[in-house]
């Protein structure tokens, strides 16, 4: 029945299909996931007609089974037009790889003759170096990160003890509020200056007196003569011909030493640690001196923290014993080199004239936990006899994550003290003692000012016939 349908559909085809059944069977082979047919040559193949519904089944062309001798060739022309653009792409890549390296070897050619002709320079370059100011200066910028990284923290001396090393040392219960006496143990120079009782009063009454009787004097833009009497014949001796001699009068009390205060900040062209206590030269208004400052906080209350080193972007006070000079006055500060040269290191204005402002240095010692029970924890390598401990027990102590305690009880003799806190410790947070003392500056003040070498950015010269001949 079934074999009457197809032959009804197929007609002819199928018998002649049949007969090469029959002629010869069909080769099947199987390549991975293909099963390749061979058919004979001699039998046509079979081709079934599609109804439309079927041909749009077959949407794409790699869908299709029907074509596939067609495409082939397709795809064939399409790989060799594809070689032959690699085939391109890859001659141009050649001939640019020989392109770079004709330039690359053009420059190692070039760098050549360069080390050739700096080779003078470099052998003059470490000629004026100084082997001991590198040496210094490479400690001072460590001395610089650590205040920056650590500020005030400082270790226990294991041979002296600390009672000893840190005997002008107190502990304050606050450092804003807690009385500082500004008369206290004050230091011999202070014999040799003068204070005033209200300085700003001072300063108003001298303007005052000084516009009135100003209205006497010379206007601006007059020529006048003046006869200075008792000349000390150094002045003439140095007085160099060609060179202006500046006059300046003084107002009352600009002749006596106080102690001045200046409010600077540091230029930004300038890069070196400046620490405190090192010599630095001033220009204040019309006075020129060499002095060594210290450095402390510009802050509203009555004690100022002392800092160690001259910050870049925030406004200090630099304290010095010099001449009394009223405000406004523009400050300069330099510091100068080995050679003579003078570096601008900072500038500002002239804050005041008060021996009374309380400059205070603060240590920190530190300690950690050895053990921790709730409130209560055993705290080691803040000191180390029994002694110290006793000592320092009334001072506060404080941890870097905000808690507050203080010292309840020493533990055996070699420095371990049992701690109360406010609140449990965690195990990684580090006890803090806090100590200060009052600081003055040193009496360095002076007014000879070596004249500063002409300032030139590249301080090795080399001489240009010396790199030419080689």
Known sequence: MIGKITSLLLGDKMEEANECVDHEELLETEEGEWV???????????????????NLLIEHPSMSVYNMRG???????????????????????DSQDGDVSE?????????????????????????????????????????????????????TPLDISARVRFQRYRGLKSFRTSPWDPKENLPRDYSRIFQFQNFERTRKRV?????????????????????????????????????????????PHEQRMSVVHMLVRRHPGNTEPIKSKEELVFQCGFRRFRA?????QHTSGDKHKLERFLRPNTPIVVSVYAPITFPTAGVLVFKQRA???????????????????????????SGHPFKILRKT???RYMFFNREDVLWFK????????????????????????????????????????????????????????????SWVKNEAVVNPEEIEME
């Open 377 to 379: 924890a055993v705290v």
């Open 292 to 296: 060594s400052p210290i450095f402390s």
């Open 36 to 54: 390749i047919v061979n058919v004979q040559e001699s039998c046509p193949v079979l081709q079934l007609e599609m109804g439309p519904l079927e």
């Open 103 to 155: 330039g690359e070897e053009e420059e190692e050619d070039v760098e050549e003759c360069e080390t050739l002709t700096e080779s003078g320079r470099d052998d003059h370059y470490d000629e004026k170096i100084d082997v001991q100011e590198e040496r210094e200066m490479v400690e001072r910028y460590r001395q610089a990160r650590s205040d920056q990284m650590f500020p005030d923290e400082v270790d």
């Open 339 to 365: 050679n003579g040269m003078q570096d601008l290191v900072a500038t500002g204005s002239l804050l005041k004239v008060d021996p009374d402002r309380v400059i205070v240095k603060r240590i920190v010692l």
């Open 394 to 453: 009334p001072v506060e102590l404080r941890t870097k994550w905000g808690r507050r305690g203080h010292i309840k009880e020493a533990l055996g003799t070699h420095g371990h003290m049992k701690c109360v806190f406010d609140n449990q410790l965690p195990s990684q947070d580090t006890i803090l003692m806090h100590l200060y003392k009052r600081v003055y500056p040193h009496w360095t003040f002076d007014p000879h000012v070596p004249e500063p070498a």
């Open 71 to 93: 495409q082939s060739s397709d795809e064939e022309e399409e790989g060799d037009d594809r070689m032959e653009e690699q085939e391109d792409f890859m001659e141009e890549i």
């Open 207 to 251: 303007f005052t007196e000084a516009e009135e009787e100003g209205q006497e004097g010379a206007m601006v833009g007059w020529y006048v003569t003046i006869h200075i009497k008792e000349v000390p014949p150094s002045v003439m001796e140095h007085f160099q011909r060609g060179r202006p001699l500046v006059l300046v009068s003084l107002l």
